[in-house]
């Protein structure tokens, strides 16, 4: 298990007291960007290991909120293995949350002022965690399917909120891409024959999507449909 530091947090708002559980600076390299219907993290692959880890504590810790700062952070140079939305908006923080915990975004600015040094510790994800697929992908569409992820932004962050099992079940799917990628980037990474300084990238990446009666409701509040997780091998800044 490859251990990554954090740093806990006890804060007290009102009536409520949160355990709130930072990513401490690491390797790799993340950055989430808005992109208007969906969301873009960009990731090398320690960058991944750092997401996975906060991730697994997230469908092991129901009562404690996952912070990733993210904001600020600049995007990989060179060329991406995919568009990048122009108008897209700046980078964003990162919150996982079990849906049980009944967080309200429009808390996190008060709660985010308060976080102090914290405690550091270190976490990493298990070797057995999220090793086995649910079946997820065959219930997803049914009505009475309730395991889905459910996005919000608030106070420049995008709040990942869902059970233990959603939580799972994508991180079968962020494991397997920080399995796979770097092979599949090297099995398909080739140059221009035009242009031979010019590198062509595979596009690997991931597709974490809500439920889809949340997303594209014209009467309602715009809701992200996706978090879109994009392996970015070649970051250099």
């Keep these: 298990m490859e251990e990554q530091p954090i740093t806990v947090h006890r804060i007290r708002s009102g009536a409520r007291e949160y355990r709130v559980v930072r990513s ?8 989430l960007r808005d992109e208007h219907h969906w969301m873009t993290l960009y990731a090398d692959r320690p960058g991944l290991a750092r997401l996975l880890a906060l991730w697994s504590l997230a469908a092991r810790s129901p009562h404690t909120l ?13 060329p991406l293995p995919g568009p ?24 996190w600015k008060e709660v985010r002022a308060r976080l102090g040094p914290g405690r550091p510790q270190r976490t990493g994800t298990p070797d057995t965690e999220f ?6 992908a065959e219930r997803f569409h049914h009505a009475e399917f309730r395991d ?8 420049g962050t995008l709040f990942v909120t869902a059970s ?12 397997s891409l ?21 590198p062509v990238y ?3 990446c991931v597709e974490l999507s809500t439920a889809p009666t949340r997303h594209g409701d014209l009467h309602g509040p715009f809701l992200p449909g996706m978090l879109h997780v994009q392996y970015c091998p070649e970051w250099a800044y």
């Design 24 to 31: 401490a600076p690491g390797p790799g390299r993340l950055v």
């Design 66 to 78: 996952l912070y990733l700062p993210l904001r600020g952070r600049p995007m990989p140079d060179g």
């Design 84 to 107: 990048v939305s122009e108008a897209g908006q700046p980078g964003l923080d990162l919150v996982l949350a079990h849906h049980s915990l009944g967080f309200r975004p429009s808390a």
């Design 131 to 136: 090793t086995v697929r649910s079946g997820r």
């Design 148 to 155: 889905h992820l459910h996005f919000a932004t608030a106070a």
């Design 164 to 175: 233990a099992p959603a939580f799972r079940d994508a991180g079968a799917e962020l494991r």
């Design 178 to 198: 920080l399995a796979d990628a770097p092979a599949v980037h090297h099995r398909h990474y080739r140059r221009h024959p035009d242009l031979p300084e010019v």
């Design 202 to 204: 595979q596009h690997v």
